[in-house]
């Protein structure tokens, strides 16, 4: 038996809100259309590929599982790489559903992919800094 599985994804916990609404836009589409589903999320980033939902999205799809992926925008797949899914999917003719499709101008969409890669970079940045700033004060409560 193959499935329909809605995917939703944020790339935060502060969007837990929208999320949720995410969850319930797809569930009233897929109830609509009178076919058995589940949901997968993820709060993370849409260039993490390592996401626990999207790999057992993946997974499922490749032990031919699913039979439909639904998504309510493109991007909430992946950022980048939303291609390389759909061709997976298609290898194991799987379908993605995207539910809104509506255009973005190639302005509009080259400025929310920096905005992301951006905010992902700052993030890592950050972390590492602040992993060097507590080893550095370890060492000097060490030397004193």
Do not use: M, W
């Amino acid at each position: 038996k193959r499935i329909t599985i809605g995917y939703c994804r944020v790339s935060s916990h502060k969007q837990k809100d929208d999320l949720e609404r995410q969850i319930d836009n797809v569930k009233t589409y897929l109830l609509a259309k009178g076919q058995p589903f589940e949901v997968i999320s993820d709060i993370d980033s849409g260039i993490n590929y390592k996401k626990k939902g999207l790999q057992e999205l993946i997974r499922r799809i490749s032990q031919n599982q699913v039979e439909k992926v639904v998504v309510l925008y493109k991007d909430r797949l992946l950022r980048f790489g939303f291609e390389l899914i759909e061709y997976i999917a298609s290898l194991y003719n799987c379908e993605i559903e995207i539910i809104d499709n509506t255009e973005k101008s190639e302005q509009q969409e080259l400025v929310e992919d920096l905005v992301q890669i951006i905010t992902v970079f700052s993030c890592k940045l950050q972390g590492k800094r602040a992993d060097k700033a507590k080893k550095l004060i370890r060492e000097l409560i060490q030397e004193e």
